[in-house]
């Protein structure tokens, strides 16, 4: 499994554009993830994690993700794959209702051979 981290501060949303490799068959091979800091200091998160992917063709589904400690992350399943071309992952983190989107990314799939 690939994993590809970013950091953010509170006070910004952090945006990535994912250099590696996605392929349209991968199902669990990358592991998407940000590191929370309020200045210096780790953010402790707690709540629940999804992740919207928008494929290339307008579609958007969302992935159960994790957290733990100042880190958040989701590991993207077949379904984000599915169609070739750009995607955005958007890792979000639900807490006491108040959604906060902790980071974006942009990534290409391409079709496997």
């Not at 307008?58 to 794959?81: K, S």
């Amino acid at each position: 499994m690939h994993e590809y981290w970013t950091k953010a501060d509170t006070k910004r949303l952090a945006k990535v554009t994912n250099s590696g490799l996605m392929f349209s068959q991968d199902d669990k091979a990358n592991k998407i993830g940000v590191e929370v800091y309020n200045g210096q200091t780790p953010v402790e998160l707690t709540g629940s994690v999804v992740a919207n992917i928008v494929r290339a063709n307008g579609t958007t589904i969302e992935i159960e993700g994790d957290c733990e400690d100042n880190r958040a992350w989701v590991i993207l399943t077949d379904d984000a794959y599915a169609v070739v071309g750009n995607i955005g992952v958007f890792i979000k983190l639900t807490n006491n209702g108040a959604v906060t989107t902790l980071c974006g990314v942009e990534a290409y799939v391409y079709k496997s051979r």
